[in-house]
């Protein structure tokens, strides 16, 4: 039989053993609630954000961006694709802002950490390299950028098909390269691809068909092919009027000069890719 101080001690270890598992318990609860009660304040922020980019209101987008990511860092790790997303929001504002080199590292960390969490092959690691490659081109790195274009588009390809949009616009992103530097025969099948997509899945009088359509008539200007951009001009110049109105700044001319001269040299760059 055992003594009174057995069963004490018994009962003792049985009573931190519950308690530790009340802890262990309360951590994860704990946990937990830090990423409830952060996660959203994240969202609401990146909301604010995207607002005040599209105003234009860049320093202001920034500094909530960065409240954002500190926020992500600290619910979820620094490893999470949610930072990932945040990073790239960031670094986006930034490269909106001229700053390329402040832009350029978060831009590499977003692309790291989305390729361990979610694979080599996942459309948002194919988001970041097409924005790594604009902030390289913007930088004049031609070199560095083409292959991440190039990655970019092919995973686009394997994730989407060869027909989405979303291929279409990394095909004129890769052509928007090459037309930089000066490769414009290699540019001129991509953007031409582009722009059969588009038309296809947007229909023909889509505001990204008409830009397309600008930017294959200024590749075929470049080569001096006149006769056939001249066209391309028209039909784009045509579209705009249709979508933005007549007094538009696509649209809008200086007197005495045709209306397709004002946007002849206007290549439509694309944007890096901020998906708040």
């Known amino acids: 039989m055992r003594s009174m101080s057995d069963d004490g001690g018994v009962g003792l270890q049985a009573r931190l053993r519950a308690g530790r598992r009340m802890f262990e318990a309360l951590l994860v609860w704990?946990?937990?609630?830090?990423?409830?009660?952060?996660?959203?304040?994240?969202?609401?922020?990146?909301?604010?954000?995207?607002?005040?980019?599209g105003a234009g209101r860049h320093a202001e987008?920034?500094?909530?961006?960065?409240?954002s990511l500190d926020i992500r860092r600290e619910a979820l790790g620094p490893r999470h694709p949610d930072v990932a997303l945040s990073l790239n929001n960031l670094a986006g504002l930034l490269h909106a802002q001229g700053d390329y080199p402040a832009a350029r590292p978060l831009f590499e960390e977003s692309l790291d950490i989305r390729r361990e969490a979610l694979g080599p092959r996942h459309v948002d690691v194919a988001q970041s390299l097409n924005n790594l490659a604009m902030l390289l081109q913007a930088q004049g790195?031609?070199?560095?950028?083409?292959?991440?274009?190039?990655?970019?588009?092919?995973?686009?390809?394997?994730?989407?098909?060869?027909?989405?949009?979303?291929v279409a616009q990394s095909l004129?992103?890769?052509?928007?390269?090459?037309?930089?530097q000066g490769d414009y025969l290699a540019a001129r099948p991509l953007c031409?691809?582009?722009?059969?997509?588009?038309?296809?899945?947007?229909?023909?009088?889509?505001?990204?068909?008409?830009?397309?359509?600008n930017?294959?008539?200024?590749?075929?200007?470049?080569?001096?092919?006149?006769?056939?951009?001249?066209?391309?001009?028209?039909?784009?110049?045509d579209i705009w009027r249709e979508a933005v109105g007549p007094r538009h700044p696509h649209v809008a001319t200086a007197p005495g000069r045709r209306r397709a001269e004002c946007i002849r040299a206007f290549w439509t760059w694309p944007e890096v890719i901020v998906p708040l």
Request: hydrophobic residues 45%; negative net charge; charged residues 25%.
């Open 172 to 180: 004129n992103n890769l052509a928007w390269l090459l037309h930089a």
């Open 215 to 237: 930017n294959l008539a200024v590749l075929l200007q470049a080569q001096g092919n006149y006769p056939a951009a001249r066209p391309l001009y028209a039909e784009s110049l």
């Open 30 to 53: 704990s946990a937990m609630a830090v990423v409830q009660a952060t996660e959203p304040d994240a969202d609401a922020l990146d909301a604010q954000v995207k607002e005040l980019y």
């Open 61 to 67: 987008a920034e500094a909530l961006a960065r409240q």
């Open 192 to 213: 031409a691809e582009s722009l059969d997509i588009l038309r296809e899945a947007l229909g023909p009088r889509h505001p990204d068909v008409a830009k397309t359509l």
């Open 141 to 166: 790195d031609y070199p560095a950028a083409r292959p991440l274009y190039a990655e970019s588009l092919d995973i686009w390809r394997e994730a989407l098909g060869p027909r989405h949009p979303d």
